[in-house]
């Protein structure tokens, strides 16, 4: 049973927050089942003190003195007890209370991190981010049950029970009455939901739109248009604000309900158990209990129902944040996919590949079939849009597996995990991905490499030559995507990193567009040191760049076009010599 309650963080986990919570707090089951028992025992010693109450008041009437003492001290004694054994839950509370909050997060990013480019490309980062962040408030999801609903529950079934032990008839008419109020409160707190989860989601439709006007921030000031920009963030604001005073103004309904049922209940049993005390239908006891009784009801009625309320805002929050994240990965590695292990230089094939971003779409790679060596150079050509790119994302894996297979060292990369593909695989692309960190760290991502390799593969990238100038050197921040950066020195980044990373497959993808002819013809020597033991595939529009090459594959509409050395291709007078006239016999 326990093994239910507590799923292991499977690879999907759950959207139901309460699931969600009890996932995350698999590692202190322990933790969990002591501070609810210790609560259990808790909340069951405090609803006794009503049972002292009744015998010190009996006994006052009867002027029992020993009695009295002896239930005087029952009383007191009840209720410290409580009170200890509230404060060692409250230590248990927090310990587990903040573990669950942390576990929540680290799952909801890891599991975040499982989704694939397509996932990052349709979703803004920023959302992503806050509703990861906002997974930390699944823990209060829980508390609020365990810590409210629970014991106000309990509360109100003991309390039940023992105004029946009274009286009968005087029990369930207070029952009757009370769970009247309940079920008009019930059904104020619906319209609340919907209210809630209108609101959360015109929340987070403002937070989207305000965060995607603040990145592009710059853009706006270039186009002058910063005050039209402005006056859509205001109506959005008004929208969010409308929308809060709704919901609000029905909360504020529920609240003024509560307190009016609670000061006729409380006047009524006042007036009516008076006239049972004075007409001797009841004990002094009796009274005081059930007036004590009526109260603890009342007060745990207003709980519940305050608790459902501030419960359906959280849950709709993290249900909405959990619905962003937690949805299944679109190709996941299959289950007995194998890792690639590469002994020899790699050779790579593709083999009938066909591929389409979007089902229904005309594809972006026709039936593309090739053969690549181990240690083949391979330069890649074509106009923008002839589906250059998408070849080395199928290579990456980054997207669903095409039509065809494609195998490196015969082995087919369907069947084996994303992660031990890529690691085989060393990329630079003509837009360098930065993270907000040092160079230093930029360059590492977080790897292990001697002060010597990192020198090496500055040295080899040419990054030397602008580092030194910059004044924290390689530890200088290098700003929001770069920011700090010119577009060739992000490039040259991007190629100190695959020299570092040293994988047997190199890919670049216009990787020296960005850099100016000198600076470009520097690298170009070091990547022909890099190509000797590599099988490397080069994607450029400057054919001059490609003079290393064994063979030229000139794409055109997702199809291999022409293929062979430049020679041989200059020699045929199709697309690839129309091109190298184009570029003034390639020295542009
Ligand atoms: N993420 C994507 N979703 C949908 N279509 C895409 C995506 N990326 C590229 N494409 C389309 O695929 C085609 C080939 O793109 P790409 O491989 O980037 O071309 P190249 O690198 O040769 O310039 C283009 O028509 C482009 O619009
Ligand atoms: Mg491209």
Same mark, same amino acid.
């Given at each position: 049973?326990?093994?239910?309650?507590?799923?292991?963080?499977?690879?999907?986990?759950?959207?139901?927050?309460?699931?969600?919570?009890?996932?995350?707090?698999?590692?202190?089951?322990?933790?969990?089942?002591?501070?609810?028992?210790?609560?259990?025992?808790?909340?069951?010693?405090?609803?006794?003190?009503?049972?002292?109450?009744?015998?010190?008041?009996?006994?006052?009437?009867?002027?029992?003195?020993?009695?009295?003492?002896?239930?005087?001290?029952? %009383?007191?004694?009840?209720?410290?007890?409580?009170?200890?054994?509230?404060?060692?839950?409250?230590?248990?509370?927090?310990?587990?209370?903040?573990?669950?909050?942390?576990?929540?997060?680290?799952?909801?990013?890891?599991?975040?991190?499982?989704?694939?480019?397509?996932?990052?490309?349709?979703?803004?980062?920023?959302?992503?981010?806050?509703?990861?962040?906002?997974?930390?408030?699944?823990?209060?999801?829980?508390?609020?049950?365990?810590?409210?609903?629970?014991?106000?529950?309990?509360?109100?079934?003991?309390?039940?029970?023992?105004?029946?032990?009274?009286?009968?008839?005087?029990?369930?008419?207070?029952?009757?009455?009370?769970?009247?109020?309940?079920?008009?409160?019930?059904?104020?707190?619906?319209?609340?939901?919907?209210?809630?989860?209108?609101?959360?989601?015109?929340?987070?439709?403002?937070?989207?739109?305000?965060?995607?006007?603040?990145?592009?921030?710059?853009?706006?000031?270039?186009?002058?248009?910063?005050?039209?920009?402005?006056?859509?963030?205001?109506?959005?604001?008004?929208?969010?604000?409308?929308?809060?005073?709704?919901?609000?103004? @029905?909360?504020?309904?529920?609240?003024?309900?509560?307190?009016?049922?609670?000061?006729?209940?409380?006047?009524?049993?006042?007036?009516?158990?008076?006239?049972?005390?004075?007409?001797?239908?009841?004990?002094?006891?009796?009274?005081?209990?059930?007036?004590?009784?009526?109260?603890?009801?009342?007060?745990?009625?207003?709980?519940?129902?305050?608790?459902?309320?501030?419960?359906?805002?959280?849950?709709?929050?993290?249900?909405?944040?959990?619905?962003?994240?937690?949805?299944?990965?679109?190709?996941?590695?299959?289950?007995?996919?194998?890792?690639?292990?590469?002994?020899?230089?790699?050779?790579?094939?593709?083999?009938?590949?066909?591929?389409?971003?979007?089902?229904?779409?005309?594809?972006?790679?026709?039936?593309?079939?090739?053969?690549?060596?181990?240690?083949?150079?391979?330069?890649?050509?074509?106009?923008?849009?002839? %589906?250059?790119?998408?070849?080395?994302?199928?290579?990456?894996?980054?997207?669903? @597996?095409?039509?065809?297979?494609?195998?490196?060292?015969?082995?087919?990369?369907?069947?084996?995990?994303?992660?031990?593909?890529?690691?085989?695989?060393?990329?630079?692309?003509?837009?360098?991905?930065?993270?907000?960190?040092?160079?230093?760290?930029?360059?590492?991502?977080?790897?292990?490499?001697?002060?010597?390799?990192?020198?090496?593969?500055?040295?080899?990238?040419?990054?030397?030559?602008?580092?030194?100038?910059?004044?924290?050197?390689?530890?200088?921040?290098?700003?929001?995507?770069?920011?700090?950066?010119?577009? %060739?020195?992000?490039?040259?980044?991007?190629?100190?990193?695959?020299?570092?990373?040293?994988?047997?497959?190199?890919?670049?993808?216009?990787?020296?567009?960005?850099?100016?002819?000198?600076?470009?013809?520097?690298?170009?020597?070091?990547?022909?040191?890099?190509?000797?033991?590599?099988?490397?595939?080069?994607?450029?529009?400057?054919?001059?760049?490609?003079?290393?090459?064994?063979?030229?594959?000139?794409?055109?509409?997702?199809?291999?076009?022409?293929?062979?050395?430049?020679?041989?291709?200059?020699?045929?007078? %199709?697309?690839?010599?129309?091109?190298?006239?184009?570029?003034?016999?390639?020295?542009?």
């Amino acid at each position: 049973m326990f093994k239910k309650i507590f799923a292991q963080a499977n690879n999907i986990p759950s959207t139901n927050p309460i699931k969600f919570a009890l996932e995350a707090c698999r590692f202190k089951k322990k933790l969990f089942f002591k501070s609810l028992g210790l609560l259990i025992i808790c909340v069951i010693t405090a609803n006794l003190v009503p049972l002292a109450t009744k015998g010190f008041f009996d006994n006052v009437e009867l002027l029992k003195f020993d009695q009295i003492y002896f239930y005087a001290i029952l %009383g007191f004694g009840l209720t410290f007890l409580a009170e200890i054994l509230d404060y060692f839950y409250g230590i248990y509370a927090t310990i587990l209370y903040g573990h669950i909050g942390q576990q929540a997060r680290t799952d909801a990013i890891e599991y975040t991190n499982k989704h694939s480019d397509d996932y990052f490309s349709s979703n803004q980062s920023g959302l992503i981010s806050s509703a990861i962040m906002s997974t930390r408030n699944i823990s209060g999801l829980l508390f609020m049950h365990i810590e409210e609903t629970m014991p106000s529950l309990l509360t109100l079934i003991i309390s039940a029970i023992l105004t029946l032990t009274v009286d009968l008839k005087i029990g369930l008419i207070i029952i009757l009455f009370e769970s009247v109020v309940a079920y008009c409160a019930l059904k104020k707190t619906k319209t609340i939901g919907r209210l809630v989860k209108r609101h959360q989601e015109i929340k987070h439709m403002s937070w989207g739109f305000i965060g995607d006007v603040v990145a592009n921030v710059k853009l706006s000031k270039i186009f002058n248009i910063g005050r039209l920009h402005l006056q859509k963030v205001f109506k959005v604001i008004i929208k969010h604000t409308r929308s809060a005073e709704s919901m609000w103004l @029905a909360k504020e309904k529920l609240i003024i309900f509560l307190d009016f049922s609670d000061v006729v209940s409380r006047l009524v049993a006042a007036v009516a158990l008076s006239y049972l005390y004075w007409i001797g239908f009841i004990s002094l006891g009796d009274f005081t209990m059930i007036f004590f009784l009526l109260g603890k009801i009342e007060t745990s009625l207003q709980n519940l129902v305050n608790m459902i309320e501030r419960y359906q805002t959280t849950r709709q929050e993290i249900a909405v944040a959990l619905e962003k994240i937690i949805i299944p990965i679109t190709h996941p590695d299959s289950l007995n996919a194998k890792k690639l292990k590469l002994k020899k230089l790699p050779s790579i094939e593709f083999k009938n590949l066909s591929f389409n971003y979007n089902k229904g779409t005309s594809k972006q790679i026709k039936k593309l079939s090739l053969q690549i060596q181990p240690g083949e150079k391979i330069g890649i050509v074509g106009a923008s849009g002839a %589906g250059k790119s998408t070849l080395f994302k199928l290579i990456l894996k980054q997207y669903p @597996a095409p039509d065809g297979t494609i195998f490196i060292n015969q082995k087919d990369l369907a069947e084996h995990t994303k992660d031990s593909v890529r690691a085989n695989i060393a990329v630079v692309s003509q837009d360098t991905l930065v993270f907000n960190r040092t160079l230093e760290q930029n360059l590492t991502l977080g790897k292990k490499y001697t002060k010597a390799q990192i020198q090496k593969a500055l040295k080899g990238s040419h990054c030397d030559q602008f580092i030194k100038d910059l004044p924290d050197g390689l530890q200088t921040k290098v700003g929001e995507r770069g920011v700090k950066l010119s577009g %060739g020195q992000k490039q040259r980044v991007g190629i100190a990193r695959a020299l570092l990373k040293n994988s047997p497959i190199v890919l670049l993808d216009e990787a020296t567009s960005a850099l100016d002819s000198k600076s470009e013809k520097y690298i170009q020597d070091s990547l022909q040191k890099l190509a000797k033991n590599h099988t490397m595939l080069v994607i450029a529009h400057r054919l001059s760049t490609l003079n290393f090459m064994d063979r030229i594959v000139v794409m055109d509409k997702g199809k291999i076009k022409e293929i062979g050395t430049h020679q041989e291709l200059l020699a045929q007078k %199709g697309i690839y010599y129309k091109l190298w006239q184009h570029q003034c016999g390639g020295c542009i």
